[in-house]
């Protein structure tokens, strides 16, 4: 195989990925050009925050420039009536009182879409050109041992995907620890501040530690009751209800305090009640990544940057 024009990190800055620019950094994994952070311009601060100490202290130091790319801001487009808006994955009470799940488009429209651009900007070919074959980046994505089932081919040529964790045999747990050691124990997970994959950890952690935040989300949720704003102006308005919360109730109102240790200790569920505790707790462990979706579907970009 021919040698890359570069190699570029898929930054969400979250655990995996800061543990790669660490690395990069270190001199462990040599010859990172550059990184992209993905910005849906609706991450918590504390995201903010920590992606720009890891520039300033991590990989300006090193010579790594890290991009920041947006293709729009998720919460105004969703409320915006002009706005194209790219569906979240909104928990749906549809009108017969059944449950459903929005289509998730916003991370290839708001993550991979930018990321994509970006790359064909930096190899030469920016979208509509043809970029020739044989011409492409290695793209270093942060997923662990832990979830190697989300390691998956990028779906187009320009792109060439390597996980450098798993080559090393890092679990999430092991870049915990590796962080906690180099005064980053506090990385949090990279997510729009309102995404309805949070796990009930998060949104305490937003209601309890961050007022004005959680203020932010409980507003958007109730905003979005009827679907996106374009949709409703354009008079096709969601027939059922959507919530940020899984239990389909205003944020507010959502039953996200801790299960006490007496009711976990009280319950006969089986495995599969486990899992499913564990994730209406937690969420997501690594947040939002933009090349792997948590359901196990492909994550498209929804437009043709192919070419
Ligand atoms: S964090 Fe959630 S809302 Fe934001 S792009 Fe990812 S899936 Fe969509």
């Not at 990069?24 to 990172?32: C, D, I, K, T, Y």
């Not at 906690?180 to 530690?209: E, F, I, M, V």
Request: charge should be neutral.
């Amino acid at each position: 195989m021919s040698a890359p024009q570069l190699r570029s990190l898929s930054l969400g800055a979250g655990v995996q990925s800061t543990r790669l620019l660490l690395l990069a950094a270190e001199g462990h994994l040599p010859g990172l050009d550059v990184a992209i952070f993905a910005d849906t311009g609706w991450e918590p601060r504390a995201v903010y925050e920590h992606l720009d100490r890891i520039e300033r202290e991590i990989a300006e130091p090193a010579g790594i420039p890290i991009l920041r790319v947006s293709s729009g801001n998720i919460r105004e487009d969703a409320l915006g009536p002009s706005k194209r808006f790219a569906s979240m994955p909104l928990h749906i009470l549809n009108p017969q009182g059944t449950e459903g799940l929005s289509r998730r488009q916003c991370t290839g429209q708001y993550k991979i879409r930018p990321i994509k651009e970006q790359v064909r900007q930096l190899l030469g070919y920016p979208h509509p050109q043809r970029v020739p074959a044989g011409v492409f980046v290695e793209q270093w994505i942060g997923i662990s041992t832990d979830e190697v089932h989300r390691a998956k081919d990028a779906d187009v040529a320009y792109m060439k995907n390597r996980f450098p964790l798993i080559e090393l045999g890092f679990s999430r747990s092991d870049c915990v620890r590796l962080l906690r050691s180099r005064g980053l124990g506090s990385t949090p997970k990279s997510a729009c501040l309102g995404c309805p994959y949070h796990g009930n950890s998060q949104w305490r952690q937003l209601r309890d530690g961050s007022p004005e935040e959680w203020q932010d989300v409980v507003e958007f949720d109730h905003a979005i009751r009827k679907g996106n704003a374009r949709a409703t102006a354009q008079g096709t308005p969601l027939l059922g209800q959507a919530y940020l919360h899984r239990s389909r109730r205003p944020l507010d109102q959502a039953p996200i305090d801790r299960v006490t240790a007496h009711e976990w200790s009280g319950r006969q569920g089986d495995i599969f009640d486990a899992i499913a505790d564990a994730e209406l707790e937690n969420g997501d462990a690594d947040g939002c990544s933009p090349w792997s979706c948590r359901s196990g579907a492909p994550v498209s970009a929804g437009f043709d940057l192919t070419a």
